[in-house]
């Protein structure tokens, strides 16, 4: 099946050209051939390319029937938004400590154990139904790629559990039996650690890609996550840290350190942490949704940008601290509070994804991508910050089909 979207207003492909890193194009096309992109162009030279690519190839793998046309009717386009931080597989809501919040109450980590309490308690089938709404949600908000966490089981049986239900819907599974110590353990914390990284890794890591750790305090030490990502490592994962959200510490220098994907959150972040992110691959993904829902600093993206840092944006969906799965709410909030550029929020929350995950594949608009695209119901992309909280997204594109 084959899909050309014409008359695009304004296209953001994400391949830099001439200084744009949204490689922004005017008047534009996109030819979609099963699940990849297979052109990118001008609407004047969409139904020639569409012809010439046909003729092109062999009779065996020329796609019966008429190619299906789409008009824009002028909106823009833009890549599939590539949520890199979210924990969406949990039981119960924890709507008394936001409201709690909002009357005052510091925000901490030890809230985390309630969500534990009924995670635990559901069953498979009510986690999944939970789940897939979860999906559905995101493919509505134009988000088709999305890593999710567990964190909520901080047992062997129900962290195995976690993990094998977000296999069924996203391979970008991230082990994170390290997100609290649970309350069986609150006065042996290193025996905890014993166990994530002993018999909780061993069942979990063959439904997971990445290893993670809360390394805060309240939560994890520097050393206790190490042995945490280490372990990981050990086992053919690939590591990312939470770190820097409720102050400052060496965690954001010992990820880096270990070649860690993504760092997340980075709320408190020292000069020498900024220097090591800058000069290496490691990703510094920022969660705009936390900062609003717990009314903590938001981090500042434009001294990042600045040095060098590259930025992605998530929404860290969860029941305690950001319970948004809206990429273009934390969009908004990253251009309005974290001195973002349209563009550079779009990009983070894309591109920037994409490079957290490690994928070359998604992220960006052009040949042999995946065919992951957001038609908007509006002109520019400036719109998902010019119009908060305005449903925009108008169809969404997920290797190629409909889904929102």
Known sequence: MRTLITNIGELTTNVEAGGDPCGTMRDAAVL???????????????EAASASLSESEPASAQVDGPVERIDAGGAAVIPGFVDSHSHLV??????????ARMAGQKYAAGGIRSTVAATRAASDEELRVRLHAFIAELHAQGTTTVEIKSGYGL???TEERLVRLAAEVTPEVTFLGAHVVPAEYADRPDDYVDLV????????????????????TGAFTVDQSRRVLEAGIARGLVPRLHAGQLGPGDGVRMAVGLGAASVDHGTFLTEEDIAALAAS????TLLPGVEFSTRQPYPD???LIDAGVTVAIACDTNPGSSFTSSMPFCIAVAVRDMRMTVAEAVWAATA???????????????????ADLVLLAAPTRVHLAYRPGVPLVSRVWKDGTVVA
């Open 155 to 157: 047992d062997v049986e």
């Open 301 to 303: 993206a434009r001294r």
């Open 352 to 370: 920037g994804g994409a490079a957290a995950l490690r994928r070359d594949d998604i992220g960006r608009i052009a040949p042999g991508m995946r």
């Open 90 to 99: 949990f039981g119960g809501d924890r709507a008394a400590e936001f409201e």
């Open 32 to 46: 979609i051939d099963g699940e990849r992109i297979v052109w990118v162009g001008t609407a004047d030279e969409a």
């Open 197 to 216: 990284t002993g018999s909780m890794l061993d069942a979990c890591a063959p439904h997971a890609r990445w290893i993670d750790a809360f390394c805060e």
């Open 281 to 284: 691959e490691t990703v510094l």
